[in-house]
């Protein structure tokens, strides 16, 4: 079964960090993305990064450029995806979710194309 799992969120101060994590088991292959989503109240749900398993490329928001990285610890069962997010301002306030797309045939910044998702940690920045 394929679970994905977030934590890290919580509150923090502008000009802050935090790392969010995302473990993803129960893939029975490595030829995959992790997308990191947020939404903030009464927003949609918006890309900020993706990173490819396979490969290591990676995609970012332009929002988010130079403040975020994202990265992952391939093991043997479970895939964790980071997202070390500095700098923080109060506009980066919202649930962030992670999900993985399978296909990867359309645009990493798509929430259609993701297959599963996980429950959101929520992220709060207090200016």
């Known amino acids: 079964e394929v679970q994905l799992v977030e934590s890290g969120g919580g509150l923090v101060q502008a000009g802050g960090s935090l790392r969010l994590s995302c473990a993803a088991s129960?893939?029975?292959?490595?030829?995959?993305?992790i997308g990191w989503f947020r939404q903030a109240p009464g927003g949609e749900r918006e890309g900020v990064s993706s990173?490819?398993?396979?490969?290591?490329?990676?995609?970012?928001a332009d929002s988010v450029k130079g403040r975020f990285t994202i990265s992952s610890d391939n093991a043997k069962n479970t895939n964790t995806v980071y997202l070390q997010m500095n700098s923080l301002k109060a506009e980066d306030t919202a649930v962030y979710y992670c999900?993985?797309?399978?296909?990867?045939?359309?645009?990493?910044?798509?929430?259609?194309?993701?297959?599963?998702w996980g429950q959101g940690t929520q992220v709060t920045v207090s200016s």
């Open positions: 129960g893939f029975t292959y490595d030829d995959y993305r």
């Open positions: 999900g993985a797309d399978v296909t990867r045939w359309g645009p990493w910044t798509s929430d259609i194309q993701y297959d599963y």
């Open positions: 990173i490819s398993l396979s490969d290591g490329s990676t995609y970012y």
